[in-house]
């Protein structure tokens, strides 16, 4: 996802590399103690997370042509969460964003926030192909895919 010739880059990246190594051995070990997960929640800014993922997603969307917009709070939001975990879930939903949209030929996605009494509710939309009526109802299913190579 970079140039390795440029130090710029590297130096941009590497960190970025290690953050996500450390994810992933997480979820290696999640699914070692499936029965015993293992929530390590901390108060984290919301806002600041999600800011955090679209700025190391960055090369993916441009590489892929995707137009960005990117409308975060300009307010701290203080949660109760897991941030390696909920990283990952943001990491998620907009890689599959990404996917998507190939063959797109004008593709977008919005990110955006709305705090209100009780909640914060994140928002993530894309112009791509959307979900079946079909797939929707199996959603929330653990390990439900759709991918040939999907977990």
């Known amino acids: 996802m970079y140039d390795e010739n440029k130090i710029e880059d590297f ?3 590497v960190p970025i590399l290690k ?3 450390d994810r992933t051995l997480i979820l290696l070990e999640d699914f070692l103690v499936m029965n015993k997960l293992k929530i390590n929640k901390d108060i ?3 806002n600041l997370l999600i800011e955090e993922v679209m700025n190391n997603m960055e090369i993916l969307f441009v590489q892929n042509g995707i ?3 990117f409308k975060m709070r300009e307010d701290e939001v203080y949660i109760n969460g897991d ?11 907009l890689k599959n964003s990404v996917e998507a949209l190939d063959k797109n030929e004008n593709p977008k996605i919005k990110v955006w926030t709305k705090l209100n009494e009780k909640n914060i509710n994140i928002y993530v939309k894309d112009n791509g192909v959307g979900i079946s009526p079909k797939t929707l109802d199996k959603i929330k299913e653990p390990f439900y895919t759709t991918k040939v190579k999907g977990t």
């Open 44 to 46: 984290l800014d919301i």
């Open 11 to 13: 130096k941009r990246h």
């Open 83 to 93: 941030y390696n975990r909920l990283n990952q879930v943001f990491i998620n939903i």
């Open 19 to 21: 953050e996500e190594i």
């Open 67 to 69: 137009d960005i917009d």
